[in-house]
């Protein structure tokens, strides 16, 4: 069984390091951060690296307007050299509100974007050397005296079909959140079946945010996790067609009056429970084994904690070790 752990590095980066030997001496195959606005992930996961010997590290995701390609490709390579070869970067798009109302950028064209910027990084990853001009990237970079891992895995956050045929083509794998198992089965495996035949060596990690503890207030932290993702559209659409149409409607009448909290809770227990897991460990346990039999090879548990009657995140860790 392959199981990861998300570990950002919250409110304290040395509890933070403690907690990822934790989940090394557990057997954790690998531990996640990601990037929204705390501190930066790649550098966090080089802390990790100084302070580990054996855990994978992956970043899910970077938004890739952040950067020039050429210059995620350096950073990804002088990290996973830091690390022995540890790395699995993530990349992604963002949404049109965070790259506009954060950055002032914009995100025109996300399809053809991830395409351009994907073939840079993976040209300087797999040959040291980058020759496109493109509608939004152009990239004539080589390394000089220097060379990348060349198999250092190429992840894309992908949650509708044209992202999933381009990660098909281009990327070693995904990286999922708030897709439920039925969701992995029926559209983003056939999706990257369609355009790569076999799925052997991909990569499809599944985000699974879990509860132990308390199921009502377990149930409460997770809404709380996924109310700002319900309301932006790359997730919705995913959202809806894995058959919770009509949970996005009930969360929209009730955000219509203006109470974020109202419209978390009109998010049913049958929602809750289909993205995520709450409870006792077997029933965190149950809930990787479905996300494992839908289809992701790895599935990586986002344990929420500050909820009334939760065991600790340390605890959790323990409970659900491979």
Known sequence: MRIACSLDAGRSLEEAVERVRLAESLGYE?????????????????????????????????????RHPALLAMEAATLDEISGGRLRLGIGVSHKVTVEGWYGLSLDDPVGRMREYATIVRSLLRTGSSGLEGRHYTS????????????????FAALGPKMLALAGELADGVVLWMTSPTYIREVVVPALRAHRGSLDGFEIVANVPVALGDEAAGRGAIRGRVLPYAQLPFYR?????????????????????GDQQAAARALPDSFVDDFGAVGSAERLRAKIDEYQDAGATLVNVAPATRFEGEVGLEATLEALAP
Do not use: C, K, M, N
């Not at 004539?140 to 992840?155: E, V």
């Not at 659409?237 to 219509?256: K, M, N, P, T, Y």
């Open 140 to 155: 004539r970079f080589s390394f000089l005296g220097y060379a990348a891992r060349p198999d250092l895995p190429l992840l």
């Open 237 to 257: 659409a995913a959202i809806a067609e894995g058959g919770h149409a009509e949970d996005l409607a009930a969360f929209d009448a009730a955000l219509g009056g």
């Open 30 to 66: 690998s531990v996640w951060t990601t990037h929204i606005a705390r501190r930066e992930p790649l550098q966090v996961l080089g802390h990790y690296a100084r302070h580990t010997e054996r855990i994978g590290l992956g970043v899910g995701v970077v938004p890739i307007v952040l």
